[in-house]
């Protein structure tokens, strides 16, 4: 017979133990959609992205698993260097060339970027993990936690031009991938993680939250003309972003510093 302090006890300890299996379920819920990466700002909707499977990527030539970073506080744009007369219906056939210099040429475990941009304004998934997760990538030497790479398809030094499709995509790429509460006008601290880039390893780098190629690693890369198109192109995605339904404007206050 059990006394009636055990009774009580149990009486007490059952609404515990049900609280425990019943939250368990709540946080594996809560892990899985922190994995399952950033959330776009509401009414704002994912841009069409051609697949890895449509551009026939070469799914042989990757050497590891996809791994997963936080969602992107910066995105960085880049140029994949080739000729800017494509076909656009040649840019699958373009991107399998990147997929593979950065494999065979650089010894990547896959294509570096995280999307890609042609002059048509058609969007294509770059490296493998899930168009909506955040993927981690290997467009930026030491700043690739935490950002996205989306590299324009052409190459954008002096004389040439960017065309207004292809400029079009790339602002809605970015105002869709950046993580909630992020004013694309702004600045973020990002801390390097290997010292081939402009900063040392552990060094905090303050760069704009868009920004080119060139801030963080010594290159020419995104080109001149795409370079200078880039205080036109945050402009652009905070009115995208703050424009949509239901998305709070963020804050315009800079730092000093």
Known sequence: MWSR??????ALLLPLVLLVFRDGPALHEQHRELAAGPRP??????PAVVGRQEWHADEGLVRERPHYTGPAKAVFIHHTGNPNDYDCADAPELIRAVQADH??????DDIGYNFLVDRCGTIYEGRAGGVGRSV???HTKGFNADTVGIAAIGT??????????MMDALV?????KLRPGVDPLATVELVSTNAESRFDEGQVARLNVIAGHRDSFETRCPGDVLYGLLPQMRERVARLRDSAPGHAATSRLRPYF
């Open 5 to 10: 302090r055990t009774v009580v006890l149990g």
């Open 41 to 46: 700002p509401r009414g704002l909707p994912q």
């Open 103 to 108: 494999v065979e040429k650089d010894g990547w």
């Open 136 to 138: 981690l990538g290997a």
């Open 156 to 165: 954008f030094g002096e004389g040439t031009e960017v065309p207004k499709p």
């Open 172 to 176: 809605e790429l970015a105002a869709w």
